[in-house]
Nanobody
């Protein structure tokens, strides 16, 4: 069982930036495909970005060009750099790990989840 812990959320003005981190307790993340998801109040959890073991990345159109997902070289953390933030980016952001090779956008394909970190963007 992988335990994931997110950090880095907070309150920021529109146009600002935040960097989210996700670390696994006691083990590396190199064997997983990692993803970031978010859930706004009253809405379903939605896909944001994913990074494969190879380092290739994929983004939802709503964040493409503004958000960047990355891993550290030691594969003990995954990051989500968020720039040009908009009020509609306000949500709880979740880190997730998938054991399959191509989990894609589907929540059901990610087995391990963190507890989430709140991101609030004010207008």
């Amino acid at each position: 069982q992988v335990q994931l812990v997110e950090s880095g959320g907070g309150l920021v003005q529109a146009g600002g930036s935040l960097r989210l981190s996700c670390a696994a307790s006691g083990r590396t993340l190199s064997s997983y495909v990692m993803g970031w998801f978010r859930q706004a109040p009253g809405k379903e959890r939605e896909f944001v970005a994913t990074i494969r073991r190879s380092g290739s990345t994929y983004y939802d159109d709503s964040v493409k060009g503004r958000f960047t997902i990355s891993r550290d070289n030691a594969a003990i953390a995954v990051f989500l750099e968020m720039n040009s933030l908009k009020p509609e980016d306000t949500a709880v952001y979740y880190c997730a790990a998938a054991e399959s090779n191509y989990p894609g956008r589907s929540i059901n394909n990610y087995r391990h989840w963190g507890q989430g970190t709140q991101v609030t963007v004010s207008s």
